[in-house]
């Protein structure tokens, strides 16, 4: 009822029919006066259907010859969309005839309630321009408290996306426009921005792993891998399986992901079949070792990643090229590797392969192991997976 007392005074179109609104009762009954037969309506509000009502506020304006019109609302029965343009061509007493586009129309605002939905078309809101398309745009949001509140992301890209060939912006205030902005709509990514965000949280978690990962040369697998990977690489015991990690650079030289070796930290043994590429997509170079610019450097695919381990000249650059493939893990060496606690992982890191607590596990291996071979191997095998 509150609403319908609000808009005592206005017309409201209920279906294809206009009223003038009267007034509301205190009990809820709508006083309405219909404008084509000029009877009264008594309605309830509660019985009125929401979907079939329009509501509209009467404005004069004057009309001369060559203004520039528009409609309000979309014209089914003269086929004129909502927002078309139009220039008045003529006036001959209440009649208008407007030309839209080559196409003359006749209106009578004066007759018919249904022809009374037109405006001047010099200045629109952003809402109302939806959908329209035209050469010049000039855009004026101020930047008052009122003003600044209307600013959101979307009415703006209506504002911006109307012209054809140009726009030109005014703001009061740009700085206090933008945060205006913001706050309604949050900062929004294109979906190349998106990708491109995603690409660099992925090249952010690498580089936190790395820097949580342990230096390789402070540990005992240090004695028992390559001195190249020693030296350059890190060792990650946070993933179920440790794993050395390989620095990946851009053509830039910047770190943007970790080449991933699967390592077993008993023997030292590289599993280089499971190992791959993760962080950012421009991740392209590893560089095992850094030698003299007067020498041509030495480039490697992954798949030559032993090869390369096997350089021997130090004033060579040596480096890696990436290929971002993911090699498919081996099951039985994933089970072993993840049948490992985090501290059984610490503590084979301050192994020594004499030590005495692999003498002290000796009465727990296979009857068929030769446990004194078994501690001076670089490198073993258990002989069944029962067994294992």
Same mark, same amino acid.
């Given at each position: 009822?509150?609403?319908?007392?609000?808009?005592?005074?206005?017309?409201?179109?209920?279906? @294809?029919?206009?009223?003038?609104?009267?007034?509301?009762?205190?009990?809820?009954?709508?006083?309405?006066?219909?404008?084509?037969? @000029?009877?009264?309506?008594?309605?309830?509000?509660?019985?009125?259907?929401?979907?079939?009502?329009?509501?509209? @506020?009467?404005?004069?304006?004057?009309?001369?010859?060559?203004?520039?019109?528009?409609?309000?609302?979309?014209?089914?029965?003269?086929?004129?969309?909502?927002?078309?343009?139009?220039?008045?061509?003529?006036?001959?007493?209440?009649?208008?005839?407007?030309?839209?586009?080559?196409?003359?129309?006749?209106?009578?605002?004066?007759?018919?309630?249904?022809?009374?939905?037109?405006?001047?078309?010099?200045?629109?809101?952003?809402?109302?321009?939806?959908?329209?398309?035209?050469?010049?745009?000039?855009?004026?949001?101020?930047?008052?408290?009122?003003?600044?509140?209307?600013?959101?992301?979307?009415?703006?890209?209506?504002?911006?996306?109307?012209?054809?060939?140009?726009?030109?912006?005014?703001?009061?205030?740009?700085?206090?426009?933008?945060?205006?902005?913001?706050?309604?709509?949050?900062?929004?990514?294109?979906?190349?921005?998106?990708?491109?965000?995603?690409?660099?949280?992925?090249?952010?978690?690498?580089?936190?792993?790395?820097?949580?990962?342990?230096?390789?040369?402070?540990?005992?697998?240090?004695?028992?891998?390559?001195?190249?990977?020693?030296?350059?690489?890190?060792?990650?015991?946070?993933?179920?399986?440790?794993?050395?990690?390989?620095?990946?650079?851009?053509?830039?030289?910047?770190?943007?992901?970790?080449?991933?070796?699967?390592?077993?930290?008993?023997?030292?043994?590289?599993?280089?079949?499971?190992?791959?590429?993760?962080?950012?997509?421009?991740?392209?170079?590893?560089?095992?070792?850094?030698?003299?610019?007067?020498?041509?450097?030495?480039?490697? @695919?992954?798949?030559?990643?032993?090869?390369?381990?096997?350089?021997?000249?130090?004033?060579?650059?040596?480096?890696?090229?990436?290929?971002?493939?993911?090699?498919?893990?081996?099951?039985?060496?994933?089970?072993?590797?993840?049948?490992?606690?985090?501290?059984?992982?610490?503590?084979?890191?301050?192994?020594?392969?004499?030590?005495?607590?692999?003498?002290?596990?000796?009465?727990?291996?296979?009857?068929?192991?030769?446990?004194?071979?078994?501690?001076?191997?670089?490198?073993?095998?258990?002989?069944?997976?029962?067994?294992?």
């Amino acid at each position: 009822m509150d609403f319908w007392q609000i808009n005592t005074g206005n017309i409201a179109k209920i279906n @294809q029919t206009y009223y003038h609104i009267n007034e509301t009762s205190s009990d809820g009954i709508l006083s309405l006066h219909q404008f084509d037969n @000029q009877r009264e309506h008594y309605l309830s509000v509660m019985a009125l259907n929401p979907d079939t009502v329009t509501l509209y @506020q009467a404005n004069t304006i004057t009309v001369s010859p060559g203004e520039k019109i528009r409609l309000t609302v979309t014209d089914k029965e003269r086929m004129a969309a909502n927002n078309e343009i139009g220039i008045v061509k003529k006036i001959e007493g209440d009649t208008l005839l407007i030309d839209f586009n080559g196409k003359t129309l006749t209106y009578q605002p004066n007759q018919e309630m249904s022809d009374r939905h037109l405006d001047y078309t010099y200045a629109v809101t952003a809402y109302a321009s939806q959908g329209a398309s035209v050469p010049y745009v000039i855009v004026y949001d101020g930047a008052s408290d009122n003003k600044a509140k209307l600013a959101a992301l979307d009415n703006t890209y209506v504002e911006f996306s109307r012209s054809k060939a140009h726009v030109q912006v005014y703001l009061d205030d740009a700085e206090k426009w933008i945060k205006h902005i913001e706050t309604h709509s949050g900062e929004r990514v294109s979906a190349h921005d998106f990708i491109k965000r995603q690409d660099e949280q992925r090249a952010v978690s690498e580089k936190t792993l790395w820097e949580q990962s342990k230096v390789i040369t402070q540990t005992a697998l240090a004695k028992k891998v390559d001195h190249l990977i020693a030296e350059v690489g890190r060792l990650s015991t946070l993933n179920k399986s440790p794993e050395i990690l390989l620095p990946v650079v851009n053509e830039n030289g910047i770190h943007r992901g970790n080449y991933h070796l699967p390592v077993g930290i008993y023997t030292g043994n590289i599993d280089f079949e499971r190992a791959r590429y993760q962080g950012a997509k421009e991740g392209k170079y590893i560089i095992l070792q850094k030698g003299d610019e007067s020498v041509e450097p030495k480039t490697y @695919q992954t798949d030559q990643l032993p090869s390369a381990l096997q350089q021997i000249e130090t004033d060579t650059t040596i480096v890696v090229e990436i290929t971002q493939e993911t090699a498919k893990p081996n099951e039985l060496a994933t089970a072993v590797e993840e049948s490992l606690s985090v501290s059984d992982i610490d503590k084979a890191l301050n192994l020594d392969i004499n030590d005495t607590l692999l003498k002290d596990e000796e009465s727990k291996l296979p009857e068929n192991v030769d446990a004194e071979k078994l501690m001076n191997a670089d490198e073993f095998s258990l002989p069944t997976e029962d067994n294992l």
